[in-house]
């Protein structure tokens, strides 16, 4: 599959818990985006990379962190879990710097307990 | 402020009928909009772009500068379309990154 890859696909955890997030853009994509979608906040956009550098930033909580490995897959951290933080978290990569078409992956599901 | 909204969380419609998906927008600079759609068990995606000016699926969307809106149309609604629609703007900022309206429901009965 030469598609965007998630993993885990769903992950159950509890309070206070840190937990990775992994992701494998589309072959050939050298951007990678991070996106929380919870039901009051619809898509929100976290975090987004460039070839292995943080480009941009959206509304990603301190106790959240990403990078960009040189293989160009990326992870998400969370730290210090919380009841809110139980969401889908979507990874997205595109071809180019300033993501103008998304291939989006399957999405991670995320539940804090 | 940079916002995307779309109005309607359900829309609901007979197949047949035409259908209007709203989308209004708030940038300072030159707006580049997307709208993606997400059918039922499948991925998020693209559905069409408005500097592309093409029709996909027998959707498309009007940039309205003076309105600050890119409605989604198509004038006949088939129940396949039945999916979730978001709407999405495109900010610039050093990299890029897209924004996207709550999305809204598109419901065709039969």
């Known amino acids: 599959d030469s598609g965007v890859t998630q993993t885990p696909k769903h992950l159950i955890t509890a309070t206070g818990q840190r937990v990775t997030l992994r992701c494998s853009p589309r072959s050939g994509d050298l951007s990678v985006y991070w996106y929380q979608q919870s039901l009051d906040q619809g898509l929100q956009f976290l975090i987004q990379y460039y070839n292995g550098e943080e480009r941009a930033k959206g509304n990603i909580l301190e106790r959240f962190s990403a990078q960009q490995f040189p293989d160009l897959h990326s992870e998400l951290n969370l730290s210090s879990l919380e009841l809110g933080d139980s969401a889908l978290y979507f990874c997205?990569?595109?071809?180019?710097?300033?993501?103008?078409?998304?291939?989006f992956g399957a999405g991670s599901r995320l539940t804090v307990l | 402020a940079q916002r995307v909204t779309q109005p309607e969380k359900l829309l609901s419609v007979f197949k047949g009928a035409p259908v209007e998906l709203k989308c209004n927008y708030s940038?300072?600079?030159?707006?580049?909009l997307f709208w993606y759609v997400q059918y039922s068990r499948q991925r998020l995606q693209l559905l069409l772009r408005?500097?592309s000016r093409e029709s996909i699926k027998g959707f498309t969307a009007d940039l309205n500068k003076g309105e600050t809106s890119f409605h989604l149309k198509k004038p006949f609604a088939q129940e396949e379309d039945s999916a979730m629609y978001y709407c999405?703007?495109?900010?610039?900022?050093?990299?890029?990154?897209?924004?996207f309206g709550q999305g809204t429901e598109l419901s065709v009965k039969p």
């Open positions: 997205a990569s595109s071809t180019d710097r300033v993501g103008s078409v998304l291939t």
């Open positions: 408005h500097i």
């Open positions: 999405a703007l495109l900010i610039y900022n050093q990299g890029g990154k897209l924004i």
């Open positions: 940038y300072s600079g030159s707006p580049e």
